[in-house]
C-alpha cells in the first residue's frame, strides 16, 4: 500500500499521477451527463414538437420542471453521496440517469398506446383538439422520463466534487474542477454533430422518428462509463496505482506549518466530523454557495436549453443543418476556455508567494470570479448585434457561457476550502438546488415570454417578437453573475474554515 512507505523514501520516490486519470473519469461522466441533457433540446423543434404539436411553453414547462426536480434531488443526492461513498454513489447516480434517458424513447410509444394510435403518422396528422390532447399527453410521459434522469443527474457534481477533494490539494482543486467541469462543454461540443445525424438516420431507416433512437445510443454510454468506475476508482490511501509519494502530494494540506497543533487536531477532527443537514444552513458560507448559485447557474441551463432553438427562432435555421451544427459547435468551443478559468487561483498564489505575499485559495478564488462576472456583461451586446451578423451573438453567448464555467469551476472549489471533506457533497447538494431553482425560474417564465412575445408581438429596446423576448432574458443573463458575487462577499469577504 502507499501509505506503508516512509516520509523520507516518498519524497525520494517519482510521484505517480493517477488523480489526473480519475479527473479524466469525472470528465468523460460529465460530457456523458451533458450529451443525455442536450438530446431533447437539439431534437424537440425538428422531429418532437411536429409529431406532438408542442409550443414553447410546453418544452419551457418540460425544462423548468426537470430542473425544480434537479433541484429537490441535489439536496438528497449530496447527502446520499455523502452516506454511500462516491464509488457506490456515483455508480447509483450515473445507473438512474442513464436508464431516464433511454426512457426517453418509450414517450412516443406511450402517447400513442393511451390514446389509441396506431403510428407516429396519426400524431403527425392530428389537428384541433385531438392536437391538443397528444401535446398534453406527451409531455406528462416526458416529464416522467426527464424526472428520473434528474435524479440521477443530480449526483453527478455532488459526487464529482467529493472526488476531487478527495484527490487533489487545495491548491489544484480548482483546475482539476475546470478539467472535468469542461465536460459540459465538450458533451454539448459533441452533441450537435451526434444527436442531429443520429436522429436523421433513424429517421431515414424506418426506426421511429428517429429521435427515440437518440435517447437510447446517447444514455447507453453511462452504462459503459459505470464498468471504468467500478475497476478503477478506490480512496487514495487504498488505491494501488497511487504510490507513497502522489499519496503525501494529496494529502499536503494535513500539514499547513502556519497552524497550531490545536488548529491542526481541530481541523483533522473537522474532517471526519458530519455537520447535521439544517445545521447547514446557520453557516454564512452555505448561503454564499447557494446565492452564488440561484443567481449563475440558470443563465447557463437556458444558454444550454434554448441555444438551438434561439437559431431556429431567430436565423430561421435547423440545428441539423450544416451551419446550425457549426453554429452549436462553435459556441461550446469557445467555451472551453474555461479550463484556464480553474488555473487563474493558482496563478494569483503563485505571483503572491514569489512576493513574498500569502493569499489564501478563498481570496484568490474570489478575486478570480470578479473577473469572470463581467464578462456575461457581453450578453447585453448579444440581440442588438444579431442585425450584424448571426454569428456575433453565438460568439457572445460562448464567451459568457466560458465565463460560467470557469465561475462554476471556482464556485465548486470554494466548497472544498471552507467545509469538511465528510459534508462536501451536501453541501454541493445544496448550491445544486439553489442552482436548480434558478434554472426552473429562467426556464418555465422564457417559454412562456417567448410565447407570448409572438402572440402579441411583443417590443422591447426596437426588436420586435420573440427576438424581443430573446433580448430580455440576455439582459437578465448579463447582469446575474455580477449581483451574485457582490451578495457573496457580503456575506462572506474572508476566508473562514467551518469547524463544527
Not at 126 to 142: D, N
Not at 292 to 317: E, R
Not at 382 to 388: F, G, K
Amino acid at each position: 500500500m502507499a501509505a506503508a512507505m516512509s516520509p523520507l523514501a516518498a519524497a525520494n520516490q517519482k510521484m505517480t499521477n493517477f488523480r489526473w486519470t480519475i479527473c479524466a473519469l469525472l470528465f468523460l461522466a460529465t460530457t456523458v451527463n451533458y450529451m443525455d441533457r442536450q438530446v431533447l433540446s437539439l431534437t424537440w423543434k425538428e422531429f418532437i414538437s411536429p409529431e406532438f404539436h408542442w409550443t414553447d411553453a410546453n418544452y419551457g414547462l418540460i425544462t423548468a420542471v426537470f430542473s425544480i426536480v434537479y433541484a429537490v434531488a441535489n439536496l438528497l443526492a449530496g447527502r446520499f453521496i455523502d452516506w454511500m461513498g462516491t464509488k457506490k454513489g456515483y455508480l447509483w447516480a450515473i445507473g438512474v440517469w442513464s436508464a431516464g434517458a433511454c426512457l426517453h424513447a418509450a414517450c412516443g410509444w406511450a402517447t400513442e398506446v393511451t390514446l389509441g394510435l396506431h403510428n407516429a403518422h396519426e400524431l403527425l396528422d392530428a389537428a384541433g383538439t385531438m392536437a391538443v390532447t397528444i401535446a398534453t399527453v406527451s409531455v406528462y410521459f416526458f416529464l416522467g422520463a426527464r424526472t428520473i434522469l434528474a435524479l440521477g443527474e443530480a449526483g453527478n457534481f455532488p459526487a464529482a466534487i467529493k472526488v476531487t477533494a478527495e484527490y487533489f490539494p487545495k491548491r489544484d482543486r480548482a483546475y482539476a474542477t475546470s478539467i472535468f467541469n469542461a465536460g459540459s462543454a465538450v458533451g454539448a461540443l459533441i452533441a450537435p454533430f451526434t444527436i442531429g445525424p443520429l436522429a436523421k438516420f433513424f429517421q431515414s431507416i424506418g426506426w421511429g422518428n428517429g429521435w427515440e433512437m437518440a435517447f437510447i445510443v446517447i444514455g447507453a454510454l453511462g452504462f459503459i462509463w459505470m464498468g471504468f468506475w467500478l475497476f478503477l476508482y478506490k480512496e487514495p490511501a487504498k488505491n494501488p496505482h497511487v504510490n507513497a509519494a502522489e499519496l503525501a502530494y494529496i494529502e499536503q494540506d494535513n500539514d499547513t506549518p502556519d497552524e497550531t497543533p490545536t488548529q491542526k487536531a481541530e481541523i483533522e477532527d473537522s474532517e471526519t466530523a458530519t455537520i447535521p443537514f439544517f445545521k447547514c444552513f446557520k453557516y454564512p458560507q452555505t448561503w454564499a454557495v447557494f446565492v452564488g448559485k440561484f443567481m449563475t447557474d440558470g443563465v447557463w441551463w437556458f444558454f444550454l436549453f434554448w441555444t438551438p432553438a434561439y437559431i431556429t427562432d431567430v436565423f430561421k435555421l435547423s440545428t441539423s443543418s450544416g451551419e446550425g451544427m457549426l453554429m452549436i459547435f462553435v459556441l461550446y468551443l469557445i467555451t472551453m476556455l474555461s479550463i484556464y478559468g480553474g488555473k487563474l487561483p493558482t496563478i494569483f498564489i503563485d505571483r503572491a508567494a514569489q512576493k513574498g505575499i500569502n493569499i489564501n485559495p478563498y481570496a484568490a478564488r474570489m478575486r478570480a470570479m470578479l473577473i469572470f462576472a463581467v464578462f456575461p456583461l457581453l450578453a447585453l451586446l448579444a440581440q442588438p448585434l444579431s442585425s450584424v451578423s448571426p454569428w456575433l451573438p453565438i460568439i457572445i453567448i460562448g464567451i459568457a457561457g466560458a465565463a460560467h464555467q470557469s465561475w462554476s469551476a471556482n464556485i465548486y472549489s470554494v466548497v472544498g476550502d471552507m467545509f469538511p471533506k465528510s459534508t462536501i457533497a451536501t453541501i454541493i447538494g445544496i448550491g445544486g438546488m439553489a442552482g436548480g431553482l434558478g434554472s426552473f425560474l429562467i426556464n418555465y417564465f422564457s417559454g412562456i415570454l417567448f410565447d407570448y412575445s409572438a402572440q402579441v408581438n411583443l417590443s422591447f429596446m426596437s426588436f420586435t417578437g420573440k427576438p424581443a423576448g430573446y433580448f430580455i432574458v440576455f439582459c437578465i443573463c448579463g447582469v446575474a453573475y455580477l449581483i451574485g458575487w457582490l451578495i457573496m462577499i457580503l456575506l462572506v469577504p474572508r476566508y473562514k474554515k467551518v469547524i463544527p
